[in-house]
């Protein structure tokens, strides 16, 4: 079974500039997540996605962050424009309905110069 | 909210030492608790998980036991290989996670 995946598992752009990470979780897992580490601190929470319903967002940092999850299946998480606070690496997770485990991606690492 | 406090690093040790990552926690109601790892290069992989209290998680030779009364997950392991370098979290939650900060440990032949 495939497990969380992400793209671009790294990209480089310039402040100003828009980037869009994209995620596929696990098949059958309607639960989605966000999270991000920047400048090696701690995994922060950002926002959860039951099926396409935005079930909190109380993480995400401002409006340049925009997440959508279109028909309940991928999501992507939109940075525009992008900032130099931003980089980090940004994980996607996704679980089971009512499920304690939650299963995260390699990661999509974003230097933003 | 819930928080995890996680013993910083980095931590540096030989073949076959004794590990221990300590990990304390503050969170309302009866959160899982987990650790999770990162690898060189690599994402965040999960190591193991406790559900409820004095749970014991285990995997890859790695033991971490849920103390309710001292609200504590300390990970370890009683001989850790080169292979076992990479950098652990700590986390607690159910729906949403909140991790510690991050041990990044490193193992010398």
């Known amino acids: 079974e495939a497990g969380v995946t992400q793209f671009p598992s790294h990209s480089v752009i310039e402040k100003g500039q828009t980037v869009t990470l994209r995620c596929d979780p696990i098949s059958g897992h309607d639960n989605l997540y966000w999270y991000r580490r920047v400048m090696g601190k701690e995994i922060k929470f950002l926002l959860h996605f039951v099926k396409e319903s935005k079930q909190d967002e109380s993480g995400m940092p401002n409006n340049r962050f925009l997440a959508e999850r279109t028909g309940g299946t991928y999501s992507t998480l939109k940075v525009q424009p992008a900032e130099l606070e931003d980089s980090g690496v940004y994980f996607c997770?996704?679980?089971?309905?009512?499920?304690?485990?939650?299963?995260f991606g390699e990661g999509s690492w974003l230097t933003v110069v | 909210g819930d928080s995890v406090t996680q013993m910083e690093g980095p931590v540096t040790l030989s073949e076959e030492a004794f590990l221990t990552i300590n990990c304390t926690y503050t969170a309302t109601g009866y959160p899982s608790l987990f650790w999770y790892v990162q690898y060189p290069g690599e994402g965040l992989q999960l190591l193991l998980k406790a559900t409820k209290a004095d749970d014991k998680g285990s995997n890859k030779g790695f033991e971490a036991t849920y103390r309710k009364e001292t609200t504590s997950f300390h990970l370890e392991k009683g001989s850790v290989q080169v292979s076992d370098s990479a950098v652990y979290f700590c986390?607690?939650?159910?729906?949403?996670?909140?991790f510690g900060t991050g041990t990044r440990l490193t193992i010398i032949p």
């Open positions: 986390a607690t939650g159910n729906e949403k996670l909140t």
């Open positions: 997770a996704s679980s089971q309905p009512g499920g304690r485990t939650i299963y």
